[in-house]
């Protein structure tokens, strides 16, 4: 049911820069509304990530970094780590939901 | 320390009805918006609905005819419950605090519930 779209997986080594993805339509980011990334690491809750298109919560390391434009948001990682191996959901309102909605996630992995 | 805790029968039969409970401890209760969050195995996230400051509830399009949120302001504690439940419901299903702040996010989760629907 998801209506923001992800690429399923993406790849990288350790140092280097992936970025993920999140495709959304006029009743959500298009409709001027804000991206947040989470980070879900098997097995456990999902973590806030960045929040409002481009800030980072307390805690959360710079190599982390977002942004919008339009219909679509990025999640950049630069210094890939071993510990950055996990999903990552972008979420957002969607007005026509009247309600939050997720991305389909995407699946880091570390070479 | 905030934090959700979270529980309720973990395993059902078909057309049963699905009950949760999520404590908050150590924060404040009525000031934020709370929610439940659900994930179909080796799925993606999927948002069931949300509780306001004054109550008033707010549910996805898809589950409506089905599902019920309630709240204890008196015991911090939010409430699911969600109604002739099939296979396809069964998930991990998360409270969580929001949305809320700029962006309309969520920052504080439960730990999750497995409910498992299964003849």
């Known amino acids: 049911q998801s209506v923001l779209t992800q690429p399923p997986s993406v790849s990288g080594a350790p140092g280097q820069r992936v970025t993920i993805s999140c495709t959304g339509s006029s009743s959500n980011l298009g409709g001027g509304y804000d991206v947040n990334w989470y980070q879900q690491l098997p097995g456990t809750a999902p973590k806030l990530l960045i929040y409002?298109?481009?800030n980072r919560p307390s805690g959360v390391p710079d190599r982390f970094s977002g942004s919008k434009s339009g219909t679509s948001a990025s999640l950049a990682i630069t210094g890939l780590q071993t510990e950055d191996e996990a999903d990552y959901y972008c979420q957002s309102y969607d007005s026509g939901l009247s309600g939050s909605v997720f991305g389909t996630g995407t699946k880091v992995t570390v070479l | 320390q905030e934090q959700l805790q979270q529980w309720g029968a973990g395993r059902l039969k078909p057309s049963e009805t699905l009950s949760l409970t999520c404590a908050v401890y150590?924060?404040?209760?009525?000031?934020?918006?709370w929610s439940w969050v659900r994930q179909s195995p080796g799925q993606g996230l999927e948002w069931i609905g949300e509780?306001?400051?004054?109550?008033?509830?707010t549910y996805n399009p898809s589950l409506k005819s089905r599902v019920t949120m309630s709240r204890d302001t008196s015991e911090n504690r939010v409430f699911l419950k969600l109604t002739s439940v099939t296979a396809a419901d069964t998930a991990l299903y998360f409270c969580?605090?929001?949305?809320?702040?700029?962006?309309?996010?969520?920052?504080?989760w439960g730990r999750g519930t497995l409910v498992t629907v299964s003849s």
């Open positions: 409002a298109n481009t």
């Open positions: 150590g924060g404040s209760f009525s000031a934020y918006y």
């Open positions: 969580a605090r929001g949305p809320r702040g700029p962006g309309w996010f969520f920052d504080l």
């Open positions: 509780i306001n400051y004054s109550g008033s509830i």
